[in-house]
């Protein structure tokens, strides 16, 4: 039995979900989320818990039953309190400013980058090196943080470029001279 899977997910009061079929839609004060779920699996919403189910013991369905009971469970995550994810920017003139919902990073190319959040994504900037990308939809925000993070990503010698505030970087020992 999966671990994850059997366990029930805890519906608080000011959350709604309804089921039409294998898609569940969960609404909360942060908002409204969808997701189509795996058609094997059973899913029951009670009045104040949703319980996943599994058909067989296959390996697949086992997959599925986690996989399933952890979607819904980030639903309501999401739609109550949502999710963050926290980059740094290291590196002498990088920085980082928002227009709308345009981000654009300063990262010693010769040109500026420019992305254009996605509708959902939220950043913050404390200061010009510190930034917090925010959402309901986990999938969402952590695609957001790691397409940030790609355009400069931080090299082992000096450490320069855009981490995670909790990343922590492998560092190398430079060149010796004679």
């Not at 709604?16 to 997701?35: C, H, R, Y």
């Not at 029951?44 to 996943?52: G, I, L, N």
């Not at 510190?130 to 309901?136: A, H």
Request: charged content about 25%; proline content about 4%; glycine content about 10%.
């Amino acid at each position: 039995m999966s671990r994850i899977g059997k366990l029930p997910v805890a519906i608080p009061a000011d959350v709604k979900i309804s089921l039409d079929g294998n898609n569940m839609t969960v609404a909360g004060p942060k908002g409204s989320l969808s997701q189509e779920l795996h058609e094997r699996m059973a899913i029951a919403v009670e009045a104040d818990q949703v319980k996943v189910t599994r058909p067989s013991d296959s390996k697949q369905d086992a997959a599925l039953h986690g996989l399933t009971r952890a979607l819904i469970n980030n639903m309501v995550v999401g739609v109550t309190v949502g999710f963050k994810k926290n980059l740094e920017i290291n590196g002498v003139g990088y920085r980082a400013e928002i227009n709308g919902n345009v981000l654009t990073l300063s990262l010693g190319y010769s040109h500026p980058v420019v992305y254009e959040l996605p509708d959902g994504i939220n950043v913050e900037i404390e200061k010009q090196t510190k930034l917090s990308v925010t959402g309901i939809d986990k999938q969402l925000v952590g695609s957001a943080a790691a397409k940030i993070r790609s355009y400069r990503k931080p090299e082992p010698y000096k450490g320069k470029g855009i981490k995670y505030a909790d990343e922590h970087i492998l560092r190398k020992a430079g060149k010796t001279g004679k």
